[in-house]
């Protein structure tokens, strides 16, 4: 069974991803088990109970769930920038999309800089524990190889998006509260 980690991503274009992610794998009825953000507890109602878990979004806790539950999937694709915790024995896939790791905006607070420079830290010292980096485009491929020192056989673009059409109903229509 595949473990979906989306601990991380509870809102913005990072969410749209995750619902239309979720939504093809329901649909396809590939067998996943997925790790939300708690403050997505409200979403994924269609999930089973069963293939679900909500955890408060940090380091700690994502840590002891792969202590705990790591060994049990036959691979992982990990969906909010950072590989897991812990090596794996499986396949690993990360999805990497946050640019603010590769690139810190002169506009940023002295303290978001200083949470950024953490968070790369963090990043760079668990970057093994991933076998494949997944990027949405060739910019974001050069950015990652380049701060990381991957090479690009680690490192594959594969974009995937919702069709416009629902993006439109998301951003016109029932949820621009968050997304605009």
């Known amino acids: 069974m595949l473990l979906l980690d989306s601990l991380y991503i509870n809102n913005s274009g990072g969410k749209i991803l995750l619902e239309y992610l979720v939504e093809q794998l329901e649909k396809n009825k590939i067998p996943v088990f997925y790790l939300f953000d708690e403050r997505c507890k409200d979403d994924f109602q269609n999930v089973p109970k069963r293939r679900k878990v909500y955890l408060k979004a940090n380091l700690l806790n994502r840590h002891h769930f792969y202590r705990r539950k790591g060994g049990t999937f036959s691979q992982v694709l990990c969906f909010g920038n950072l590989a897991p915790t812990i090596p794996l024995k499986v396949p690993v896939y990360t999805y990497f999309h946050q640019t603010l790791f590769l690139e810190t905006p002169d506009t940023l607070s002295i303290i978001n800089k200083i949470k950024f420079k953490i968070k790369r830290m963090v990043l760079d010292s668990i970057k093994s524990n991933t076998n494949i980096w997944l990027v949405q485009s060739a910019n974001i491929k050069k950015g990652l190889m380049s ?19 629902k993006i439109e109903k998301i951003i016109i229509g029932e949820r621009t509260d968050l997304y605009m």
């Not at 690009?152 to 673009?157: A, D, E, H, L």
């Open 147 to 165: 701060k990381f020192e991957l090479t690009k056989s680690q490192v594959k673009v594969m974009p995937f998006y919702p069709p416009l059409k």
